[in-house]
């Protein structure tokens, strides 16, 4: 019998991934939005009971300007550029371009931006300028030039200048419109006009006509005392615009050597910094400079061979101080058959488009469509298929996965701030649409990971911030993991780059890093220019080039280097260089990197490490976790046996600290199976812990040593599909074949889970398949669900416990006992009791979260919704209260500690009877002791020490408040083994030395 019921539950959770196609539903788009639409599938699932229940899958596919709004609805946006009778436009998307036949045209490109902000532009030349002695020259101005449309998407005014061959070419993409100034000429040195080459700029000057008000913020890319002994000068050598007219802003630029074998412009790979001056002259017109230093510029010119432009002749008279612009083209004139848009020569085959073209280098602007204060949600699989250009705020939360198409077109570009909200456990993954092991499967997916996905996985432009903290990340496959522009300072933590072509490409950057993995890419630094990175902690293996170009350094502490093939520029402190064939890792699971047993590596680490990497290490394990598959019949206690790394330093990247991979490990017999405190348990196949008849779960952490729940893709690298069955998942599985359910009891326990994972519990009516009481205090549950359906015997009794992106549906004759908890951003809620007064809810908050159900016994709930549209709970009876807005602040134990003060005071009861005189729900950590209870989630007060923040501990025996007053009422109650937390208790086993005594009051 249970053999059978084994492969029952097996049959009913899983959904089978090793074809991942294969007999499902097909995914039909169900919203869309300017930059985004959700594609959706629903499966039924039947019962063992015979009850079909739907489950619904869905992904979110992102590219700026994805859609425009046209006849009331959202159309698909097209990369298309049409001939006109005059002319040509690009009318299918949200940014509409009309093109002028001729170049020196007085407004010859007319632009509208997503929100229908008409401007209108014209490019008037190249210039030279002196920023030591701020004198210009134009040394080359626009002329009569035709345009040819190269199809679908491209306009080149070829030859477009006056005393210097130079085209100007325009890409219209649903992203944005990208002007490329490409020099085929050198153009003449600065010092045959008078002017110093290590001080001068060539700039490309754009003259617009009529443009709303930008907002704008500066960076300096380069002073000019950086440059030589002048001095400072009345402004940088090189500085650069942000500039933003609202769903639409100039990205940032680039020089390049142009890529003759793609249709694309060249990309990041070989580039330079360009810096744009938004510039309002004195008599009122408006300019868009782009500037790129003179020495940088003639050095990449020089490696292209191109042929030098005339001589300059009787132009030192044209040097003036500051800028002369010229006076704009004449309007347009009837135009001649030789002066009208024409459609170009497309060559037979695309491998000869370029070949009669001459080597250019490109100087480009982009006006791009922007998406603003993204959320890469915790509970959602993303697929990119184009460029996502992200401004403002970014908040990348733990859980999310992001799977990019095939193509150099796809990247995430931040220019604005980031919020990473990704934790050890709780990661977030980039990765191919073809990835089958985590996220929701993607249409064509074929579960076979090839080649690169993506050129960029994550790109950063300063704008409001030049600081950036990236960390608990995992790039698989990209072209580029992480780009770095000019300027910027990246901390990066925590950090898997798998099968990369290139890691981290620091430009002029500033990286600041610790633990890192890099397995199996070409290069793990790319042309990393002349600056300094640092990185404590880091494995390399199988890396063909440390650095693949650049004369950029990297200062490596205790790392592992195996099987690396160049590795030049690095100096390092306990770095150790080793053959691929060494046996250095052993594999477990789908982690192949921890340290072989009896390893010469553990604690052989300096110790000179930054704080902030001593407290990730500490934090982490070099050693692998145990597997347990098996059933136990007698009461057993599971201890931590994954070593953190407490003592001297082991070498190389650590894992988030995992003790136990579990699958179907089952408790029977009454048996009881207790899970010491701080113990992570990683799940695979369907269900990690099965509790059977009458045994019992006992899982408590501390509010310091907090246990894990999570699966082991979270953690472990390999994209594989462990187990038969991998997809729906089960945290706790309560099945068991007696009228005995099991008991199990969560303290201070988090439920973490992946986008795309199905439930943390779940039980069903009947069926034998519940608990006899299931509680949750002080725990979190993050993403996936809960589905609980029970008969009148089992209690779930849920108090304190916080539910981020966490589903739940919770019914039948069941009793509830619902108090003192925070539901956050999650899509759905819903309660249909079976009986009056089943369900008892007090003191809680719904934030930006939908509830749906029938009556329920519930007093002094909050909710919380920035849309104005609540959901209560029914019946209302005037103790609810209704914000639009509310602001937590991160503190010590979590992020969600109460700024706004509407919910203090504000319970249904005094905070002795919640439980919860120990806890507080403001930073200043005052307790809640004998007040009126505060509305939503507590944190147990805590005091710092030394820095080090530790729960309250009034009578200084080392036993926190909290713990010696389990019931939370303040008192004393010794028939709950508590004892009294303002009289010091000897600790058992504690040395006399470590006691710690208070004076007398």
């Known amino acids: 019998m249970p053999h059978l019921a084994l492969l029952l539950l097996a049959g009913l959770l899983a959904s089978s991934r090793t074809t991942a196609q294969d007999n499902q539903p097909a995914y039909a788009v169900v919203a869309r939005g300017p930059h985004h639409r ?83 532009l014209h490019v008037l030349g190249l210039a030279y300028h002196d920023v030591a002695s701020q004198k210009s020259v134009l040394i080359a101005k626009v002329k009569d030039c035709a345009g040819e449309l190269t199809p679908p998407n491209s306009v080149t005014y070829s030859d477009a200048f006056d005393g210097l061959k130079a085209d100007v070419r325009f890409v219209y993409q649903r992203s944005g419109t990208e002007q490329f100034v490409t020099l085929r000429q050198m153009p003449p040195s600065p010092d045959q006009f008078g002017l110093d080459p290590a001080t001068t700029r060539l700039e490309v000057w754009t003259e617009f006509l009529d443009a709303p008000v930008p907002t704008r913020t500066t960076r300096i890319l380069k002073t000019l005392d950086q440059a030589g002994p002048l001095g400072r000068g009345p402004e940088p050598l ?101 002066k009208r848009m024409r459609m170009a020569k497309v060559p037979a085959s695309k491998d000869l488009a370029f070949v009669s073209r001459s080597p250019g280098f490109v100087l480009d602007w982009q006006q791009l469509v922007t998406t603003t204060n993204l959320t890469l949600r915790g509970d959602t699989t993303y697929f990119l298929s184009g460029t996502c250009n992200l401004y403002g705020n970014t908040t990348i939360e733990g859980g999310c996965v992001i799977k990019s198409t095939n193509g150099t077109s796809v990247r995430i570009n931040i220019n604005g701030t980031l919020d990473c909200r990704t934790t050890p456990y709780r990661p977030a993954v980039f990765t191919g649409k073809d990835d089958a092991s985590i996220g929701e499967i993607i249409t064509g997916c074929t579960s076979n990971l090839v080649g690169y996905y993506g050129y960029i996985g994550l790109c950063f432009y300063a704008t409001a911030t030049n600081f950036f903290s990236v960390h608990d990340l995992r790039f698989i496959r990209p072209d580029c993991a992480v780009l770095g522009d000019t300027g910027l300072t990246l901390d990066l933590a925590n950090l898997q780059f798998l099968h990369c072509n290139v890691a981290l490409r620091p430009c002029t950057t500033d990286y600041t890093m610790r633990n890192l993995l890099f397995s199996q890419c070409t290069s793990a630094f790319f042309n990393s220019s002349s600056v300094t990175n640092t990185l404590e902690h880091a494995t390399f293996h199988y890396v063909t080039n440390l650095f693949y170009a650049g004369t950029g350094s990297l200062n490596l ?106 699958s179907w490990y089952a408790a029977s017999n009454a048996s009881t199976l207790t899970l010491e405190a701080g113990v992570a348990v990683a799940a695979f196949e369907n269900t990690g812990i099965w509790l059977q008849d009458g045994s019992t779960l006992v899982c408590e952490g501390t509010a310091l040593q907090r246990n894990q729940f999570l699966r082991y893709n979270a953690v472990q690298e390999a994209t594989t599909n462990w187990g038969v069955n991998t997809w729906a998942t089960l945290t706790i599985h309560p099945y068991h074949f007696s009228n005995a359910p099991p008991t199990a009891r969560f303290r201070f326990t988090d439920f973490n889970a992946m ?36 008969p009148s015997t089992m209690t779930l009794a849920v108090t304190n416990t916080l539910f981020q992106r966490t589903c739940a549906n919770i019914e039948a004759n069941l009793h509830l ?86 919910l203090l005071n504000a319970g249904s009861r005094n905070a002795t009877n919640a439980g919860l005189y120990h806890f507080t729900t403001t930073t200043n950590q005052v307790k809640e002791g004998t007040s009126q209870v ?68």
């Not at 150790?576 to 982690?591: K, R």
Request: proline share 6%.
């Open 38 to 120: 959700v594609w959706q599938r629903t499966e039924e699932r039947k019962l063992p009971n015979g009850r079909t229940i739907e489950e619904k899958h869905a992904y979110t596919e992102l590219a700026s300007g994805m859609h425009y709004w046209e006849n009331g609805q959202w159309q698909e946006s097209q990369e298309v550029i049409e001939l006109l009778a005059d002319g040509a436009a690009a009318m299918k998307g949200p940014m509409k371009v009309i093109f002028a036949p001729n170049l020196n045209t007085r407004g010859a490109i007319t632009l509208f931006t997503p929100l229908n902000q008409r401007m209108t």
């Open 238 to 338: 090189l500085s650069d615009d942000h500039i933003s007219f609202g769903a639409s802003a100039f990205g940032p630029g680039t020089a390049f050597v142009e890529d003759v074998g793609a249709e694309g412009g060249g990309l990041e790979k070989d580039s330079i910094p360009v810096g744009k001056t938004w510039h309002q002259a004195a008599d009122g017109r408006q300019f868009l400079i782009e500037a790129v230093e003179y020495p940088a510029l003639k050095a990449k010119l020089e490696t292209l061979g191109l042929q030098a432009a005339a001589p300059a002749k009787n132009r030192t008279a044209a040097v003036v101080p500051g800028r002369a612009f010229p006076a704009p083209p004449q309007q347009a004139k009837a135009q001649t058959p030789g």
């Open 755 to 790: 986008s795309g994972e199905t439930y943390h519990l779940v039980s069903y009516i009947d069926y034998p398949w519940d608990f006899v009481t299931c509680s949750l205090q002080h725990s979190a549950l993050y993403g996936a669900g809960l589905s609980v359906a029970a």
């Open 817 to 902: 006992y619902f108090f003192n908890n925070l539901c956050r951003k999650s899509a759905s809620w819903t309660f249909w009791p079976g009986a009056t007064n089943n369900f008892l809810f007090r003191d809680n908050v719904f934030d930006e979260t939908e509830i749906l159900g029938d009556t329920v016994d519930q007093s002094h709930t909050a909710y919380i919704s920035s849309s104005g549209s609540f959901y209560p709970l029914t019946p209302t009876n005037g103790t609810e209260i209704l914000l639009t807005s509310f602001t937590y602040a991160a503190g010590p134990l979590g992020d969600f500690y109460q700024v706004t003060t509407n």
């Open 557 to 662: 502490t205790n790392a592992l280097l195996v099987g690396v093939s160049n590795y030049t520029n690095y100096a390092g402190q306990a770095v150790y260089m080793l053959p691929a064939t060494s046996n250095v890792f052993q594999t477990v699971g789908a982690g192949r990197y921890y340290l072989a047993d009896n390893s010469p590596f553990r604690d052989a680490g300096r110790t000179n490490l930054t704080a902030a990497t001593l407290k990730i290490i500490q934090q982490g394990t070099t050693y692998p976790p145990l597997i347990r598959t098996n059933k136990v019949t007698t009461s057993t206690t599971l201890p931590q046996v994954a070593g953190r790394d407490l003592s001297g330093p082991d070498i190389g990247w650590h894992y988030p600290s995992v003790d136990y991979l579990m």
């Open 934 to 1001: 505060d509305r939503g989630l507590h944190y147990v007060a805590a005091t710092n020490i030394a820095g080090v923040w530790v729960p309250m501990d009034t009578d200084g025996d080392g036993i926190p408040d909290y713990s010696e007053d389990r019931s939370g009422d303040g008192q004393l109650t010794p028939a709950l083994s508590e004892t009294d937390w303002h009289t010091y208790t000897t600790i058992t086993n504690q040395p006399a030395f470590l006691q710690v005594f208070t004076p007398l009051k």
